[in-house]
C-alpha cells in the first residue's frame, strides 16, 4: 500500500531559529513529491515540488530534499518566523491508470513562538 | 483572479439531511479535485475530474457520496443522507493539467467546514 509517513508529527520553535520536517514514502512507483504549507482556515498552498530526477529545490527560507534512493525527503526552514506556524504537508504522485494519484502525509504542525 | 471560489464556508446540518458543497475553479483549469481533511486521516483526495469528466472516484467513502461537474466552470458534492462522521472540512482544488505531465499545481479554495449533527 502506497504510504507517506511524516515526522515529527508537531514541532515548537523560537522565532528565528532552524528546522527540518521529515518525509518518508513507500509510494512506488514515483512521479513527484511536493510540500505544502497550510495555514489554520485555509486550503494547502505549494511550497516545492520535486521530480525522481532532482535533489533539492528552495523556496526562499524554504529548502526541499530529496533521496529517491532511501525514499525519503525533507523540508528546511531557515532563520523561522512568526508566520512559518503552520501545518505542513507532503504529497507523493504516483501513476495509475493514466493518471497520476497523490498520496497525503498526515502533515507536521509547527508552531513558532517569539 | 478570485482563486477557487467554494461555498458555504461553513454548513450545519442535521442527520439524515442533504448536503450539496459548490466549487468554482479558476478560469482555464482542467482539472478539479475534491478532498476531505479530518484530524484523524488528514487530507484524503476523494474524486477527481479531468475536463469536466470524472477520471478517479475510488476515494469516495460510500454511495451516500456523489460528484458532478456540469460545465467547466462549477461543480458540486452531495452527501445524502449525511451521518455526524462526515464531519470535516472539504476542500475543492483545481489545476491545469497539459498532456500527460503529472507536476501540474493544485490551487486550493478555503474549505468549507461541514458539521453533521
Known amino acids: 500500500k502506497n504510504q507517506v509517513e511524516q515526522s515529527p508529527q508537531s514541532l515548537i520553535i523560537l522565532e528565528g531559529k532552524n528546522c527540518t520536517l521529515q518525509?518518508?514514502?513507500?509510494?512506488?512507483?514515483?512521479?513527484?513529491l511536493r510540500w505544502y504549507k497550510q495555514d489554520t482556515g485555509r486550503g494547502p498552498v505549494s511550497l516545492t515540488i520535486?521530480?525522481?530526477?532532482?535533489n533539492t529545490k528552495s523556496n526562499g527560507r524554504y529548502t526541499a530534499t530529496l533521496d529517491a534512493d532511501t525514499k525519503q525527503s525533507s523540508l528546511h526552514i531557515t532563520a523561522s518566523q512568526l508566520s512559518d506556524s503552520a501545518s505542513y504537508i507532503c504529497?507523493?504522485?504516483?501513476?495509475?491508470?493514466?493518471?497520476?494519484?497523490?498520496?497525503f502525509g498526515r502533515g507536521t504542525s509547527l508552531i513558532v513562538h517569539p | 483572479d478570485a482563486g477557487v471560489i467554494q461555498s458555504p464556508r461553513h454548513e450545519v446540518t442535521e442527520m439524515g439531511q442533504e448536503v450539496t458543497l459548490r466549487c468554482k475553479p479558476i478560469?482555464?483549469?482542467?482539472?478539479l479535485f475534491w478532498y476531505r481533511q479530518t484530524m484523524m486521516r488528514g487530507l484524503e483526495l476523494l474524486i477527481y475530474?479531468?475536463?469536466?469528466?470524472?477520471?478517479?472516484d475510488s476515494g469516495m467513502p460510500e454511495d451516500r457520496f456523489s460528484a458532478k461537474m456540469p460545465n467547466a466552470s462549477f461543480s458540486t458534492l452531495k452527501i445524502q443522507p449525511s451521518e455526524p462522521r462526515d464531519s470535516a472540512v472539504y476542500f475543492c482544488?483545481?489545476?491545469?493539467?497539459?498532456?500527460?505531465?503529472?507536476?501540474?499545481?493544485?490551487?486550493f479554495g478555503p474549505g468549507t467546514r461541514l458539521t453533521v449533527l
Open positions: 482544488a483545481s489545476s491545469l493539467a497539459q498532456g500527460g505531465q503529472s507536476t501540474d499545481t493544485q490551487y
Open positions: 518525509c518518508n514514502y513507500t509510494v512506488s512507483p514515483f512521479s513527484n
Open positions: 520535486m521530480t525522481f530526477s532532482e
Open positions: 504529497v507523493v504522485r504516483f501513476p495509475s491508470g493514466g493518471s497520476y494519484i497523490p498520496t
Open positions: 478560469s482555464g483549469h482542467n482539472s
Open positions: 475530474f479531468n475536463n469536466n469528466v470524472p477520471i478517479d
